[in-house]
C-alpha cells in the first residue's frame, strides 16, 4: 500500500489561510468517507484533528476544516496562527481493511 | 483521561525479538479497538496492526505479516505487539492508538525501537 501523496511544505502569514491536499486512489481516499488528520509538533505524538473528511473532534478549533472531491481530500486551516506551525498528515482507510497515512506536511507560519 | 503508556523498546540486533506494551487507562478498554503505529525518524507515521475489541480479529501491513503479532488483554487493560526476526528497516518510534474504527483519536507518547548490530 502506498503511501498518499502531500505536498511536503506549504506555509502562509498569520492570519491566512492555508490548504494541504492529500491524494490517494479509489481503493482508499476516494472509495470511503473515512479520512482523518492529524498534527504532529516535533517531538509530540500526532494529534487527532478531523476524521470522517471534514468532522471535528471536541476541542479542536474551528478555524481547521476538511473536505474531500475524488480521490483527493483537503485539510484547511483558516486565521492561521504561530501555533498551527507543525507536521499535518492524512490517513484513510483502505480496501484491504487497513489504513494508509499520507507522506505529511511541514506548515510553517511566516 | 484517556492514557496510553507504551513501554518494551530498545536496541536490539536484527534478527532478534522484542515485545511492546501500551497500558491504557481513563476508558473501557475492553470496548474499542487498538491499534500500533510506527514512525520512523524524520518520516510520516506508518500503520502496522489493529485488533478489535475482543482479540478475535487482527489486520497487519504487509510489511510486517508473519513477523510481528497483535493482542490484548482485556483484564489487564494491555496491548501487546510481539516483534520477531526484526529488522533494521523496523527502527521507529512505536504508538499504540485508540480506535474508534479506523480512527485514531489517542496516541500514547511512543517507545523507540532501534534495530541495529
Known amino acids: 500500500q502506498s503511501a498518499l501523496t502531500q505536498p511536503a511544505s506549504v506555509s502562509g502569514s498569520p492570519g491566512q489561510s492555508i490548504t494541504i491536499s492529500c491524494t490517494g486512489t479509489s481503493s482508499d481516499v476516494g472509495g470511503y468517507n473515512y479520512v482523518s488528520w492529524y498534527q504532529q509538533h516535533p517531538g509530540k505524538a500526532p494529534k487527532f484533528m478531523i476524521y470522517?473528511?471534514?468532522n471535528r473532534p471536541s476541542g479542536v478549533s474551528n478555524r481547521f476544516s476538511g473536505s474531500k472531491s475524488g480521490n483527493t481530500a483537503s485539510l484547511t486551516i483558516s486565521g492561521l496562527q504561530a501555533e498551527d506551525e507543525a507536521d499535518y498528515y492524512c490517513s484513510s482507510y483502505t480496501s484491504s481493511s487497513t489504513v494508509v497515512f499520507g507522506g505529511g506536511t511541514k506548515l510553517t507560519v511566516l | 483521561e484517556v492514557q496510553l503508556v507504551e513501554s518494551g523498546g530498545g536496541l536490539v540486533q536484527p534478527g532478534e525479538s522484542l515485545r511492546l506494551s501500551c497500558a491504557a487507562s481513563g476508558f473501557t478498554f475492553s470496548s474499542y479497538w487498538m491499534h500500533w503505529v510506527r514512525q520512523a525518524p524524520g518520516k510520516g507515521p506508518v500503520w502496522v496492526s489493529r485488533i478489535n475489541s475482543d482479540g478475535s480479529s487482527t489486520s497487519y501491513a504487509d510489511s510486517v505479516k508473519g513477523r510481528f503479532t497483535i493482542s490484548r488483554d482485556n483484564a489487564k487493560n494491555t496491548l501487546y505487539l510481539q516483534m520477531n526476526s526484526l529488522r533494521a528497516e523496523d527502527t521507529a518510534v512505536y504508538y499504540c492508538?485508540?480506535?474508534?474504527?479506523?480512527?485514531?483519536?489517542?496516541w500514547g507518547q511512543g517507545t523507540l525501537v532501534t534495530v541495529s548490530s
Open positions: 492508538a485508540r480506535g474508534i474504527g479506523y480512527r485514531l483519536p489517542d
Open positions: 470522517d473528511v471534514s
